[in-house]
């Protein structure tokens, strides 16, 4: 499939001059190519092609080569059967009035002088690292246009480029380029260039290749799982019967400090790594949803979240991620990320001793091949303890009175707005226990139990599922661990195997982070 996608450049002073200097010259070598052609085809010439060479060569020996041969491509593109003014025929007649004059008549001479003298073709190749002439390359991790002049002069101009939606065919044409540079396997790009109310655009013409998907899901999954504090990737190689053969995290921070252009590369570097890894192992990319993908808070009052969250765009990376997986032939899964993070960190990460955000990419990477997740016996039990359930929410009551004192006393706004926060968490998380605390009162014995559960099945029924998983997280985290989300959660272990939360509720305190006491 043949794309043409748009461009702008941004040039010093001098380089336009040199620049526009180049296009009037092609610019009129494509006349006299045009006229030329009218003529030889009335005569029927065979091979006007080499007629038309070599008399540019002639008139206009300071243009390379290939300028002359894209400058007879692009005549090629013009109507032999009719006239054809150069420059358009619209402002053309409109200059040819005698009543237009002044400021008014100035400026469509402008604008027809551009479009006549101010256009630059130079067709690609493979042999020519994708384009001799007018090359994209990186320049200190800015993409920049390599424009040559002749005798081997040529200077920089920076692309001025952004994707403008997850489908842009930008996205692609960057894996491809990055893709070409690190391989050395190049492909041929067209870039034509134009003036427009003094500015250069362009667009560039190449041809999307469709590869074969040989990678997919029924070997496993790399899961991916992004993570803003800290700023990181969590990678999990999720074999294809759901168990977790290996993972590593991938630190993010080297980014922040980095302008657009720069993160952008570093970005795709990134990508092409971890479809590199997925290639090695033989295996599909899961990764979330892109649609359903948040688009993040504003830090909740926490500067360095703040900071992180106005940085790092998750989904674009996961584009470029995608972009770059089709490219190489690797099946991308998408799943609901709904709660992934929170069965990774209750179930998965106590359970193997692996972080959360790990235990998290875990998740997606078994959802991603089919597996569903039910609630460990243990914690459903726990889910029907009312007992323990009000030792929880009198820890969160607790909690409640004391985070409005010290809003009360904080005079730093900033730090206010994370206090509330947190105080909203608190509000929303004693609601959810209170309700689960009256739903056990008024269940009658023998029918189905908090949460879904039926004593005939002894689970928790799926359509409730979620929203159990959503109260567990609340009545285990803060209770026991005496924090919203810690990092360690290895004192879950003996609540999930053993089923020992009675420990904390006789000593009505949360367990010490190295673990439960025997």
Known sequence: MFVSLQFKLELKKEDKEKLKKLMRKQSSAIRVAYNMLKDLEKEKTKN?????????????????????????????????????????????????????????????????????????VSIGSKSDRGNRLTRFEDLNGQLCLRITTGNREFFYAKVLREPSNSKDKWITFMAMLLESWQTQNYFAYTVELKLKDGEVYGSVSFEIPTPKVRYTKENGVIAIDTNALPIHLAIAEVSKTGELVSYQTISLHH?????????????????????????????????????????????????TLRKILHNWNAKKFLQKLKRVAMLKGVEVVEVNPAYTSVIGMLKYAPQLSIDKDVA???????????????????????????????????????????????????????????????????????????????????????????????????????????????????????????????????????????????????????????????
Not at 66 to 88: E, H
Not at 278 to 294: T, V
Request: glycine fraction near 8%; hydrophobic fraction near 35%.
């Open 255 to 303: 980014l922040l400090g980095l302008s657009q252009n720069s993160k952008n590369h570093q970005e795709w570097i990134l990508a092409h790594k971890i479809v590199d890894l997925a290639i090695q192992k033989g295996k599909a990319i899961a990764i979330e949803n892109l649609k359903k993908l948040k688009r993040g808070m504003r830090g909740d009052g926490k500067a």
């Open 48 to 120: 006007p092609h080499a007629q038309i060479y070599h008399r540019l060569r002639q008139l206009f020996p300071e243009l390379p080569t290939k300028y002359i041969d894209s400058a007879i491509y692009k005549a090629k593109q013009y109507p032999t059967d009719k006239s054809v003014i150069f420059g358009g025929k619209r402002l053309f007649e409109k200059l040819c009035k005698n009543h237009l004059s002044g400021e008014a008549r100035e400026r469509l001479k402008k604008q027809w002088r551009e479009l006549r003298q101010g256009t630059l």
């Open 360 to 518: 998290g990419a875990y998740v997606i990477g078994r959802r991603a091949l089919g597996f569903k997740e039910d609630m460990p016996e243990n914690y459903e039990k726990l889910l029907k303890d009312k007992a323990y359930l009000e030792f929880a929410l009198k820890r969160y009551e607790e909690r409640e009175k004391e985070l409005r004192e010290l809003i009360e006393k904080e005079t730093n706004e900033y730090k206010r707005n994370a206090l509330r926060s947190e105080l909203r968490n608190a509000e929303y998380a004693r609601k959810l226990l209170t309700h689960l605390i009256q739903s056990l009162q008024s269940e009658p014995s023998g029918c189905e139990g908090a949460n879904g559960r039926n004593p005939e099945q002894g689970r928790v029924a799926k359509t409730t599922l979620q929203s159990a998983w959503q109260v567990l997280k609340v009545a285990l985290l803060f209770p026991i661990l005496g924090k919203v989300l810690p990092r360690d959660l290895s004192p879950l272990k003996p609540v999930l195997v053993e089923g020992v939360w009675d420990r904390v509720r006789s000593r009505l305190v949360p367990l010490e982070a190295g673990g439960a006491s025997r």
